[in-house]
Each structure stands twice: as structure tokens, then as C-alpha cells.
């Protein structure tokens, strides 16, 4: 498992290529009327893949890391969302597949690896996870196998929900020479930090040793 700051970082790393993105149903809030900001968002989460966790390499003997003792390489790929934000809860689930190659075809064999899924509120508090196993088949003879994994969340829906004075300041028309219209109201401290608060994040991504993780981040 990933120590705490290990997975925090990595989550940071992440995070700040994602967008505030989800599904565009009724009631989302289309912050397109003020000058200077044009941005659509919902209570849906973002989901992505951290970085240094969409693939894995497992070694053979497991204490190199040599080219020449790679044994299996996985990774994660054509991750795809859907998302339901009506009512209470709003729930979003990720599915994606796994493509895996071994380096030695000889024989059938089974590998399984594990991956995680995270849902992360405001960019850097976690606030649920959990952990599976995807199974690999690879046939006598094959280099390639494939495998499928899925992953699922619940937010609360007043947790995603902006308050109204926030909607106010990002929705409000501003007219040439109003004193602030040449501002942008995310700019406000209160205001960022509120949209950070309603900010949820579903993660996805293989759940790695520190050495694997190490290995990744450095190769």
C-alpha cells in the first residue's frame, strides 16, 4: 500500500490537470454571463487517473528493476464515466480496461493486481476509498491479455452545491465601467475556496508498493 503522503502527492500531482467536468444536466450552473468567466460545471465529479498510477510494471526476480527482469507490464486505459445528479445523492461510476503483456508466453497463467478508487473533495482531502483486484488471463503461448474494471461513487448532492451568495457573485451581469467588471470573482479567495469545497474528484488508478510507485515517478 501507498503511504498517506505518497498517495497525497500523487493526488496533487494529478489533480491540477483536471477540470471541473460532469454531466450538464438541468440545474447545472453555466457561469457564462459575467465578463471574464465562461465555465460550466455540475455536481458530477471529474474523473481521471492520477499521475503514476495508470500502469504497472511487475519484475521477476522481484527485487530489480532491470530491463532484462520485467515480467509483466499493465496499465489502465479508455477510462469513460457516466453519472446520475438527481436527487439526495449524486452517483458516478468509471469503467476502463487493462491492457497487460508478459515478456516469457510460455504457459497459461493467471496475474492479478489490484487498483484503487478515491474520491477526493476540494482537490486534496480524502474522503472514501477503496480498493479491488482485476484478474488477467493470459493463454499458453499469448504475450497480450485484457481485463476490465469498474469503479463507483456517491456524493452528497448539498456537499457539490455552491451556496447561493457564491452563485450570485459568479452569475451577476457586470456592464462596462461597474468597478469590478474587469475582475474575475474566482479570483476572490472566499469565492475559490468555496468552488474547491463543492469540487469532487472520482480516482482511479493501480494500487502500487512504494517500490513500484518509486519506479514509476523516476524510470
Do not use: W
Amino acid at each position: 500500500m501507498m503511504a498517506n503522503g505518497q498517495l497525497k502527492k500523487i493526488f496533487l500531482a494529478g489533480i491540477t490537470i483536471l477540470a471541473v467536468t460532469g454531466c450538464a444536466k438541468e440545474g447545472a450552473l453555466d457561469v457564462s454571463s459575467g465578463v471574464g468567466v465562461s465555465v460550466t460545471r455540475s455536481g458530477c465529479p471529474a474523473v481521471a487517473v492520477p499521475d503514476h498510477t495508470g500502469d504497472i510494471t511487475i519484475f521477476n526476480p522481484v527485487n530489480s528493476t532491470d530491463a532484462s527482469a520485467i515480467d509483466v507490464v499493465a496499465n489502465i486505459t479508455n477510462v469513460r464515466s457516466t453519472c446520475n445528479s438527481e436527487g439526495a445523492r449524486i452517483y458516478t461510476e468509471a469503467t476502463f480496461d487493462i491492457y497487460a503483456s508478459r515478456t516469457r508466453p510460455t504457459g497459461a497463467r493467471t496475474v492479478t493486481v489490484p487498483y484503487f478508487s478515491t474520491v477526493v473533495q476540494g482537490g486534496t482531502a480524502v474522503v472514501a476509498k477503496r480498493i479491488k483486484n482485476v484478474t488477467l488471463q493470459f493463454a499458453d503461448g499469448d504475450y497480450r491479455a485484457t481485463a476490465s474494471g469498474k469503479a463507483g461513487a456517491y456524493v452528497d448532492a448539498s456537499a457539490a452545491r455552491l451556496p447561493e451568495d457564491v452563485i450570485e457573485r459568479l452569475t451577476r451581469k457586470r456592464k462596462p465601467g461597474d468597478p469590478d467588471a474587469a475582475l474575475d470573482p474566482l479570483a476572490d479567495p472566499a469565492v475559490k475556496a468555496a468552488v474547491a469545497r463543492s469540487s469532487f474528484e472520482l480516482l482511479v488508478g493501480f494500487q502500487l508498493t512504494p517500490a513500484q510507485l518509486q519506479y514509476n515517478a523516476t524510470r
